[in-house]
């Protein structure tokens, strides 16, 4: 099984930072990874499929990127609402396992 | 507008089956651009894949449930539908139902608002 490692665990952020989060994947994925984001007590939300193309309706201050089995989620300029916690995925192969996440929080 | 709305009890014995079901509005269960799934987390934790089902029946689980699991679609309903076996406590948790777009990339893009299952006597 491919396992996925999310690093931080958590951050504190203040709105207008720029916040990067990691995902590493236990082997080659090519570019088979998903972003989400989950807010409590709702269902998660795809931002990034495919490690860097932006889901239909998600707002531009967010990003995906890869090298190798390193994936990153970048938010250009922190807003209110995107304190959440924010999941990784790998959909290259069974099972398609998501990272722990990682909670950001406001500083 | 496409939703998904799980449905089923909410609290179930153990060693019984938990049942649930996947209700699809706003677009058609059986177009072939979409896989639909299984997704629970159980509380504070992490998200964790159950298994997948095309509108055809090929269903795809995840080897760690695949013994208790059964993924069944009934196009007609347009839902689809989830079957785990022998709950003990650690099958507490939020399922979610979602939509699997399936183009090369396989990414989960809809999902249902949840249906938190607790196990317990």
Redesign the interface.
């Known amino acids: 099984d491919i396992q996925m490692t999310q690093s931080p665990s958590s951050l504190s952020a203040s709105v207008g930072d720029r916040v990067t989060i990691t995902c590493r994947a236990s082997q080659s994925i090519s570019s088979y990874l998903n972003w989400y984001q989950q807010k409590p007590g709702k269902a998660p939300k795809l931002l990034i499929y495919a490690a860097s193309s932006l889901q239909s309706g998600v707002p531009s201050r967010f990003s995906g990127s890869e090298s190798g089995t390193d994936f990153t989620l970048t938010i250009s300029s922190l807003q209110p609402e995107d304190f959440a916690t924010y999941y990784c995925q790998q959909s290259y192969s069974s099972p398609y396992s998501f990272g722990q996440g990682t909670k950001l929080e406001i500083k | 507008q496409l939703q998904l709305q799980e449905s089923g009890p909410g609290l179930v014995k153990p060693s019984e089956t938990l049942s649930l079901t996947c209700t699809v509005s706003g677009g058609s269960i059986s177009s072939s651009t979409y896989y639909w799934g299984w997704i629970r987390q159980p509380p504070g934790k ?4 159950i298994g997948s089902i095309y509108y055809s029946g090929s269903t ?1 689980y ?3 449930l695949k013994s208790r699991v059964t993924m069944s679609v009934d196009t007609s309903k347009n839902h689809f539908s989830l079957k785990l076996s022998s709950v003990t406590a650690a099958d507490t948790a939020m399922y ?1 139902c979602a939509r699997i ?1 399936w183009s090369g ?5 809809y ?4 249906t938190l299952v607790t196990v317990s006597s």
């Open positions: 992490g998200l964790d894949w795809y995840n080897p760690s979610y777009f990339y396989y990414q989960f893009d999902w249902g608002q949840g």
